[in-house]
């Protein structure tokens, strides 16, 4: 079965080199590399299409290879993220079965990826945060899931084609939208594989970690109530839920309730303690050949500043998205 690999991108930078250069590295006979940037760009390689699509989102570049795809299957992956050697093998032989429509598999964090890149990568991976959601940042067991991320995602052409693309232009979100329809619509299968492997690199903390985390948080917020039967899950209400308890208690016991005053200490000291011990695992036990002790402490703090605001951040974000009337399909 040949392949079309499908790389949204605003323009040539480093990282699409990259990922353009281990793509061609791929151990499949037969496939081709469908490269959509704003404006156009030349890659002299005979496997690689470069096609132009403006200032769009994500969605509507990848809505552009309807018609033009010529592979039977369709290889999702973002521009700052690059294969591992059998990916396209792996995902071939799941796509034996017809009763599965599309496969994801974990982005794991590079092992050259900065400092900030890594404490990223390790904030998402922690249990902490991601809850049993960690499997997407690392290998796990195989299982059937109802929603899976476009940046390392697998599927069958004639799917994409009778769903007719990603019919929304919500970013990030547009592929909430497509697993809904392949579940809830075509009744078929999305299976996570361990071994469909990418590598992405992580936005580093803490800011731009931060914007994507509040851009997340807006869209699965408002999600939950649009979306309801893939996005309305306790686990993402949690951080909003501890927010809004702090806040109550909080104020309780600045205006004198002792009974609150000790429930917010509780749980503000349990939380910071659970926090701590998390960062502390992670940093101690990880195998990275560039980390030393002095290192390995500096990642701890990243580690736990991070988790902190990503909790944080999550939980205030996620409540706008909530309560948004309406959100605008970029």
Request: glycine fraction near 6%; charge should be positive.
């Amino acid at each position: 079965m040949k392949v079309s690999i499908v790389i949204a991108c605003k323009e040539f930078n480093p990282y699409l080199e990259e990922c353009l250069e281990q793509c061609l590295l791929l151990e499949y006979p037969d496939y081709e590399i469908l490269v959509l940037p704003d404006e156009a760009f030349s890659y002299p390689h005979p496997k690689i299409k470069v096609i132009p699509t403006g200032q769009v989102t994500p969605p509507i570049k990848r809505n552009k290879i309807l018609g033009i795809a010529s592979g039977e299957i369709l290889a999702f992956i973002d521009d700052d993220a690059y294969p591992q050697k059998d990916w396209l093998k792996v995902g071939r032989r799941y796509l034996s079965d017809p009763e599965i429509a599309a496969i994801g598999g974990p982005a794991i964090t590079p092992k050259n990826d900065n400092l900030r890149q890594i404490a990223s990568g390790l904030i998402y991976e922690s249990f902490l945060v991601s809850d049993g959601f960690t499997y997407r940042y690392r290998p796990e067991r195989r299982r059937e899931v109802e929603d899976y991320p476009s940046c390392n995602f697998i599927i069958r052409r004639e799917i994409f084609e009778k769903l007719g693309g990603f019919k929304t232009n919500f970013w990030p979100g547009e592929d909430t939208f497509l697993c809904l329809e392949i579940i809830k619509k075509l009744h078929k299968k999305i299976l996570y594989v361990p071994d469909l492997v990418v590598y992405h690199h992580r936005r580093p903390v803490f800011v731009s970690h931060l914007k994507q985390i509040f851009n997340y948080a807006l869209h699965r917020g408002y999600f939950a109530k649009r979306f309801p039967e893939t996005s309305l899950k306790f686990s993402y209400f949690v951080p909003s839920l501890f927010i809004l308890i702090l806040i109550f208690s909080g104020f309780m016991g600045i205006i004198g309730n002792i009974f609150f005053r000790n429930i917010f200490l509780s749980i503000i000291s349990f939380y910071i303690f659970i926090s701590l011990l998390f960062s502390t695992f992670k940093p101690i036990t990880i195998n990275h050949p560039k980390l030393n002790i002095f290192l390995r402490l500096k990642l701890f703090l990243f580690l736990f500043l991070g988790i902190v605001l990503t909790h944080f951040t999550y939980g205030i974000f996620f409540l706008k998205g909530l309560f948004s009337k309406k959100m605008k399909e970029e």
